[in-house]
């Protein structure tokens, strides 16, 4: 069984601070991905890495695959109180219908 | 209506009940999925249908029990189940089967077993 370990389980920041998110298997990945889920909604995707080593950004957030395509991580900067949410990494492993492994997820709270 | 979505947004039911959920795609896709998310434990996904086709049945509880009337429509009908059933059930679209395509989530259906 693969597992994906999200940390931290729960984080609440003031606005306007860094952070960053890891997402961590003993499990190689084909492919990673980054969703954002607020209250009362499903998740919505960020961003699909599927490279290792890859970076990608997408404003003030900064993604990143592991070298070996186990772990990964994303940075926020200057958090918003719209960045509020449940962040969940997903990793995918290809061959037929791929394969999905969920993280735990990480709670984000930014007060104003 | 857009996107994806779900019926009820909430369900109480008793070990005894049968009930069903409903889930709408309005986006032309040709995959449809079912997933669980509870509290204690990562989100699982239960079963993948493309052009009406279950391809995917990951060791899914016979109390659950999908159908796909066509690629619109994805159903979850639920009979006997257990308090530890009780979790968000979400549904989701995607063009084809498979994670190269994005998945478009519904709302989510609570489900409390009682």
């Known amino acids: 069984t693969q597992l994906l370990e999200q940390s931290p389980q729960f984080l609440s920041i003031q606005e306007g601070e860094n952070l960053t998110v890891y997402c961590n298997s003993s499990s190689v990945f084909s492919s990673l991905q980054w969703y954002r889920q607020e209250p009362g909604e499903g998740p919505v995707l960020l961003v699909t890495?599927?490279?290792?080593?890859e970076v990608k950004k997408l404003k003030r957030l900064t993604f990143q695959f592991g070298d070996a395509r186990k772990d990964s991580s994303l940075h926020i900067t200057a958090a918003q109180p719209g960045d509020t949410g449940l962040y969940l990494c997903?990793?995918?492993?290809?061959?037929?219908?791929?394969?999905?492994?969920f993280g735990t997820g990480t709670k984000l709270q930014v007060i104003p | 209506e857009t996107g994806v979505t779900q019926t009820p947004r909430h369900l109480v039911m008793g070990m005894t009940n049968k009930k069903s959920l409903k889930c709408e795609q309005h986006?032309?896709?040709?995959?449809m999925y079912w997933y669980k998310q509870s509290a204690k434990k990562p989100l699982e996904l239960m079963f993948v249908?493309?052009?009406?086709?279950?391809?995917e049945n990951n060791s899914v509880p016979s109390r659950f029990s999908p159908e796909c009337p066509n690629s619109s429509h994805l159903f979850l009908h639920l009979h006997t189940l257990q308090p530890e059933d009780s979790a968000l059930y979400l549904c989701?679209?995607?063009?084809?089967?498979?994670?190269?395509?994005?998945?478009?989530f519904g709302p989510g259906t609570r489900l409390t077993v009682l």
């Open positions: 890495v599927v490279t290792g080593g």
């Open positions: 249908y493309s052009l009406e086709e279950r391809v």
């Open positions: 997903a990793g995918i492993n290809s061959g037929g219908y791929q394969k999905v492994t």
């Open positions: 989701a679209s995607s063009q084809e089967a498979g994670y190269t395509d994005t998945q478009y």
């Open positions: 986006l032309g896709h040709n995959a």
